[in-house]
């Protein structure tokens, strides 16, 4: 069972830094893909960031630049390094992964396991 648990979500000013970081037992496939989600109230969910077990990435043009997506196989976390963030940036997080594949869309109907998600709030 691939079951993501989150953490590191929280309050920051505009401008700060986050690290987000999930655990997921997905790195014992051979193929894999875990990747960020995000949900404002009222808004559609947006693909962030995702990374396959080949260490591709792939990233939302809103955070290009900003945000850093790594697999940490060591330890089998992932982590979302978030900088220069933005009001607009607040929303609940979600970890999502994927297993026996590399295919990592960030949109579109897909089939992922969930996180509960971690809350990132950023004021100006």
């Known amino acids: 069972q691939v079951q993501p648990v989150e953490s590191g979500g929280g309050s920051v000013q505009a401008g700060g830094s986050l690290t987000l970081s999930c655990a997921a037992s997905?790195?014992?496939?051979?193929?894999?893909?875990m990747g960020w989600f995000r949900q404002d109230p009222g808004k559609e969910r947006e693909g962030v960031a995702a990374i396959n077990s080949d260490g591709s990435t792939t990233y939302a043009d809103s955070v290009k630049g900003r945000f850093t997506i790594s697999l940490d196989n060591g330890e089998n976390t992932l982590y979302l390094l978030m900088n220069s963030l933005k009001p607009e940036d607040t929303a609940m997080y979600y970890c999502?992964?994927?297993?026996?594949?590399?295919?990592?869309?960030?949109?579109?109907?897909?089939?992922?396991?969930w996180g509960q998600g971690t809350q990132v709030t950023v004021s100006s």
């Open positions: 999502a992964a994927r297993a026996m594949t590399k295919a990592c869309p960030l949109s579109g109907s897909v089939n992922y396991y």
């Open positions: 997905v790195y014992r496939y051979r193929s894999y893909c």
